[in-house]
Structure formats: C-alpha cells, structure tokens
C-alpha cells in the first residue's frame, strides 16, 4: 500500500462522523451498511485486487483477452464504472461483517 495515498485518504475522511464507527464504541450500531467506512474499505479492496492482478499478469501465463480485460480495471476507484465499484463494495460488507461479528462476540 502506497502510504502517501493511505495518508491523503485518511485527510480526506478525518474529521467526517460516520455512524457506521459506533459499534466499536458499543452504542450497537451495525458496520455493514452503507457510508463513508464502506466506500474507504471498497478503495482498499480495489487496491487490493490491483497489486493481485498485476502480480499474477507479471508472472503467471494468462491470455491476453484476460490481461486486456483486468487492464481496463486498473485505474482509480473513482474513475470505476458502478457495476465494478459494487464488487468492491461485496467484498467490503464482509469485511465490515466480519468486524461487526467480532464485536458483537467479545462483549
């Protein structure tokens, strides 16, 4: 992860209140829904899949169809059609369930 980018994003988010946070704070508030947490953890999973799909386009024999297809994706989360962000988004609600189980249990 380039921490130069993870501090810009981490400016552009402080000092946002998002109540999908209180859960952490036990007020019980669900983490899976939909907000500011969701769409940062979305970014990082489309950054994820990037660093993954060039890594296996460098060193694994994939056809070019596959490697033109993952080439288009390769760009800033923003820039993503919506279809593409909402995979992203998926795999960020389990994520974020995967959190909200482990609160709610360690109580």
Known sequence: MNPEFLAKRTK???GLKD???????????TLSGSGILLEE??????QK???WAQ??????DISDATKKRWSG???PYEELP???KEFSRKNA???LEFFENFFKNSK
């Not at 109540?19 to 508030?29: Q, R, W, Y």
């Not at 953890?41 to 489309?46: N, Q």
Request: hydrophobic share 40%; glycine share 8%.
């Open 12 to 14: 552009a988010v402080s």
């Open 19 to 29: 109540e999908k946070l209180c859960c952490v704070a036990g007020t019980g508030t």
């Open 41 to 46: 953890l979305a970014v990082l999973e489309h």
């Open 49 to 51: 899949w990037c660093q």
């Open 55 to 60: 890594g296996v386009m460098d060193n694994e």
């Open 73 to 75: 994706f390769m760009r």
């Open 82 to 84: 919506e279809s593409i």
């Open 93 to 95: 609600r389990l994520t």
